[in-house]
T-cell receptor, first 113, second 111 residues
Framework: NAGVTQTPKFQVLKTGQSMTLQCAQDMNHNSMYWYRQDPGMGLRLIYYSASEGTTDKGEVPNGYNVSRLNKREFSLRLESAAPSQTSVYFC????????????FGDGTRLSIL | GQQVMQIPQYQHVQEGEDFTTYCNSS?????IQWYKQRPGGHPVFLIQLVKSGEVKKQKRLTFQFGEAKKNSSLHITATQTTDVGTYFCAGRGTSYGKLTFGQGTILTVHP
């Protein structure tokens, strides 16, 4: 059982380039999330999808877009990357949004020069 | 918006010493979760607390939820080198609400 799979694991971009981070889960979970982790700031929610067909903004959505492609897949897109978006990005999923533990992928380490 | 503060940011202990991290919310929480992240790894769910005053134990780990449901703590008895990592609390304002993570406490255990 793979759980939550994120690709790529590492990426270096130049300012202004675009990129899509991919996330897929095989646990038949309804809810999926994208977080960014920066030193000393914990995990901050970028966007989430409570169920297939819905997406909502989190705490730090500016500069990002998401697509819930189907129940398994939830992608995060940076249209025009900025150095402030250098971070570790985690995708997570849970059976439902309500009172459920979240299962995290291994993360994508993204550097923007 | 909801804020969850966690202290201390760093803690260095000798193996065998106890460790505690504290979590405080600006608003009443519906529930609180705790996660552990090993160095270079991803957060892994440890436990969820829902009831006021709740105390749960997992071997050497003791988790508490405050009576007012605005604070929580994680206590590790007799730390081991395998306890190294960052411990995060994460709270929800309502049962359907989004999780808000604390900044985390980075635990270092010296053998």
């Amino acid at each position: 059982n793979a759980g939550v799979t994120q690709t790529p694991k590492f990426q270096v971009l130049k300012t202004g380039q675009s990129m899509t981070l991919q996330c897929a889960q095989d646990m038949n979970h309804n809810s999926m999330y994208w977080y960014r982790q920066d030193p000393g700031m914990g995990l901050r929610l970028i966007y989430y999808s409570a169920s297939e067909g819905t997406t909502d903004k989190g705490e730090v959505p500016n500069g990002y877009n998401v697509s819930r492609l189907n129940k398994r897949e939830f992608s995060l897109r940076l249209e025009s990357a900025a150095p402030s978006q250098t971070s570790v990005y985690f995708c997570a999923s849970s059976p439902r949004q309500q009172n459920q533990p979240q299962h995290f992928g291994d993360g994508t380490r993204l550097s923007i020069l | 918006g909801q804020q969850v503060m966690q202290i201390p940011q760093y803690q260095h202990v000798q193996e065998g010493e106890d460790f505690t991290t504290y979590c405080n919310s600006s608003t009443t929480l519906s529930n609180i979760q705790w996660y552990k992240q090993r160095p270079g790894g991803h957060p892994v769910f440890l436990i969820q607390l829902v009831k006021s005053g709740e105390v749960k134990k997992q071997k050497r780990l003791t988790f508490q939820f405050g009576e007012a449901k605005k604070n929580s703590s994680l206590h590790i008895t007799a730390t081991q080198t395998t306890d190294v990592g960052t411990y995060f609390c994460a709270g929800r304002g309502t049962s359907y609400g989004k999780l808000t993570f604390g900044q985390g406490t980075i635990l270092t255990v010296h053998p």
